[in-house]
């Protein structure tokens, strides 16, 4: 597949333009942020990838697997943002390959690692964009964990999971919802 972000095929257009919200307006249903707090509903699409330096952690039984300063935040309507790691801050002895992964309209293609670190196994708990459309090269060589078996932790704040069990947003305290992954929230 071609990762000319100027002229996709046209079933990647389709599946890219299906999307009602793009972060243009708030929906009716969406919660207005407080001092200091960004709105999911603000963020665009196609996500916006930002560099962010505060302090990443990510533990996996009380181990730790993943450090850094160096994140990048994927920004998308509706979602918690998710946090890529570069592969320079993560064990990867902790992760072994889980075969077939999945799609992502506006990412490409995603594999999988199941995590093993001491007493902890949690299949398909981290994901990586090998080879990623030329709109999200900044995650190219990172990796993202989810926060609903893993600790994930942003600056002092523990990460709660986007819920769901597939998309890989964590949810602090900065944010305000309602977040794409409950029953209900397919088309957002």
Do not use: N
Not at 50 to 72: C, F, K, W
Not at 131 to 159: K, M, N, Q, S
């Amino acid at each position: 597949m071609s990762s000319d972000s100027e002229h996709p095929p046209a079933w990647l257009s389709q599946a890219r333009a299906g999307w009602q919200w793009r972060g243009s307006a708030r929906p009716p249903f969406a919660l207005a942020p407080g001092p200091g707090q960004e709105s999911v509903w603000d963020y665009p699409r196609p996500p916006l990838l930002v560099a962010d330096s505060r302090a990443v952690r990510v533990l996996a039984g009380g181990v730790e697997i993943a450090r850094t300063r160096a994140a990048v935040r994927v920004l998308e309507t509706s979602h918690p943002p998710t946090f890529y790691v570069p592969r320079a801050d993560v064990d990867m002895s902790a992760l072994r390959a889980a075969g077939r992964g999945t799609f992502c309209e506006w990412k490409g293609d995603c594999t999988y690692y199941d995590v093993a670190s001491g007493d902890t196994s949690l299949p398909r708990g981290a994901w990586s964009y090998e080879a990623p459309f030329v709109e999200a090269t900044a995650i190219a060589g990172h990796v993202g964990f989810y926060a609903h078996a893993l600790e994930c932790w942003v600056g002092d704040e523990r990460a709660r999971p986007q819920l769901g069990g597939f998309y890989g947003g964590w949810i602090t305290s900065e944010l305000v919802g309602p977040f794409k992954g409950a029953p209900g929230t397919t088309g957002w």
